[in-house]
Every structure is written in C-alpha cells, then in structure tokens.
C-alpha cells in the first residue's frame, strides 16, 4: 500500500486537551492531542453538517456543537445519538516535530 502524508502543521501548536481543524487535500480533518497522543478524525459530524472542532474536547470524546453527539477521536466511534454513523479516522505521524497525516490509509466508519 502506498503511504500519502501530508503536513498539517507542528505538534507544538497543539497542546494536550485541545483540538483544531485542518484543511488537507480538499478534507476537513479534526486534529485533536489526547494526552500526547494525536488522533485525526473527519471534522464533520456523521449526523448533521457541523464542524466538531467547534465542539467540547473531554479526554478521547468530542461532542458536537449541534445535537451533542459524541463520538470517540482516537476510533472514530460514534458514542451517542443522534449520530450512529462512525468517523473515518486517519493515521498520523510526527517527523521532526511537524504532523503529517495519511488521506490514503483511513479507516472505514
């Protein structure tokens, strides 16, 4: 499989317990440091057309501005109604303190 990354910034912009969205390759994408770690997600909510980046950061969950869905950063997981369709998530990497997400490995919702 081939491995497309594209930089999406620097992980020092992100401090842990925040989230932000970026545009990469015509996505919109919630990028969010959980505890050190760092999750990319699709940044709209499966239920209705509402950026999560917008929403409430609580550990791996964020919920949606709109109707307060939940959904898990880390998975994708949609964890509360009214959204029941899951996130495409995407693989992130760090190289030399900058963030580089995959848009050709995402995980299916």
């Not at 317990?17 to 499966?46: E, P, W």
């Not at 609580?58 to 898990?72: A, D, I, T």
């Amino acid at each position: 499989m081939t491995q497309d990354f594209i930089e999406t910034g620097m992980a020092a912009e992100l401090a842990p317990g925040t989230m932000k969205r970026v545009d990469a390759g015509g996505r919109r994408i919630l990028l969010a440091n959980v505890a050190g770690r760092l999750c990319a997600v699709d940044d709209t909510c499966t239920h209705e057309e509402a950026s999560l980046s917008t929403g409430v950061l609580k550990g791996e969950l964020v919920k949606c501005p709109l109707h307060g869905s939940r959904f898990n950063v880390c998975t994708g997981e949609a964890l509360e109604e009214p959204a029941e369709d899951n996130l495409r998530t995407y693989a992130v990497r760090l190289e030399g303190g900058r963030v580089l997400i995959d848009l050709h490995e995402a995980g299916t919702p």
